[in-house]
């Protein structure tokens, strides 16, 4: 994968949870001005959404992060080992910082 490649992968990732984060905020915002006969399921619903929220925020930092190491010229490489992440991994997992071993 060349530069541009990786930079616009980063960016459509970056978009999208973006947008999924905003949509699960406005659920946030729906949820709790519902009635108090459905606030039980609503309570489950809530624990639930929090989950994808921070994972989505997660996810969207370590997007952020991969496109500040892009710039830097320092993408692809193991934040841990300095060692070059494999093509394979990076396909699979573009914002990766660190080797398959140091995964681990
Ligand atoms: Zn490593």
């Known amino acids: ?5 990786i930079f616009n ?13 905003a949509a699960i905020e406005n659920d946030f915002k729906k949820g709790r001005s519902q009635d108090f006969s459905e606030q039980t ?13 921070h994972e989505a925020k997660s996810e969207l930092q370590q997007v952020n992060a991969a496109l500040q190491r892009l710039e830097q010229g320092s993408y692809g490489l193991c934040v841990k080992c300095e060692e070059a992440i494999s093509p394979a991994r990076l396909m699979a997992l573009p914002y990766t910082n660190t080797c398959i071993h140091c995964a681990e």
Do not use: A, Y
Request: net charge negative.
């Open 9 to 21: 992968l980063l960016k459509n990732k970056q978009t999208e949870l973006i947008k999924r984060i």
């Open 1 to 5: 994968m060349c530069h541009d490649e």
């Open 41 to 53: 399921t609503e309570t489950e619903n809530d624990q639930v959404l929090d989950e994808i929220h």
